[in-house]
């Protein structure tokens, strides 16, 4: 792989992962099944992104799994994301794949239906995992909700629709306890920071 790029843009992101071959495989694999608004999110770049930024290599091979999201209304069944998963298994052996319908995930987070892939991102808990990524040809395309200011600034903030599960968020990122891995990290736990005045008010925000 190329020395990384600096990394303060989406844009920047996206040529890290055009310029690291395992990264873009992994995207090319799910471009190749024709699913649709099919992307790859959370840890997937946020890891490397942090890793980066802690002067370490990328390697996929460390994440605990590789979150396959697409969306279809017509077929929420479980069943096809547990084929899905097998497809990909056989394209890529060895990687932990984990492919779930966006269309059916608002029933598990409480959530109104979401629209598109974009959407059900953009409720994701924190601002520095709502980040999916896909592969376009020879490219990388980027959707971030929250844009890549936190992630970048190795910030951990909950997005603002969390505004009314403040505690969920705290929860996961006490088990997460991602600082032990990257210390760089600025973790923030109450709304009041993540969020002052005036934007406290955010947290009655009914999703």
Known sequence: MNPAPPLRTVSDIERLLEAHAASHAL????????????????GFIRNS????????????TRLADVDV?????HDTGKEREAGIERRLRALAPGIPWSVKNQARMHLRNGDAPYRNTLDAVAHW??????????STGRTVELIAPYGAGDLVNLIVRPSIVFGHKIDVY????????????????????AWEEAYPAPHSSFDRIDT
């Open 27 to 42: 995207l090319v694999y799910v471009e190749s099944l024709g699913l649709p608004d099919a992307w790859i999110g959370a």
């Open 49 to 60: 992104v942090w890793d980066v930024l802690h002067g370490r290599p990328i390697d996929v």
């Open 69 to 73: 999201l697409f969306f279809d209304p």
């Open 125 to 134: 808990a924190e601002t520095a995992t709502a980040v999916a990524a896909r």
């Open 170 to 189: 705290r929860e996961r990122v006490m088990a997460k306890d991602w600082p032990a891995r990257w210390p760089k990290l600025t973790v923030l736990m």
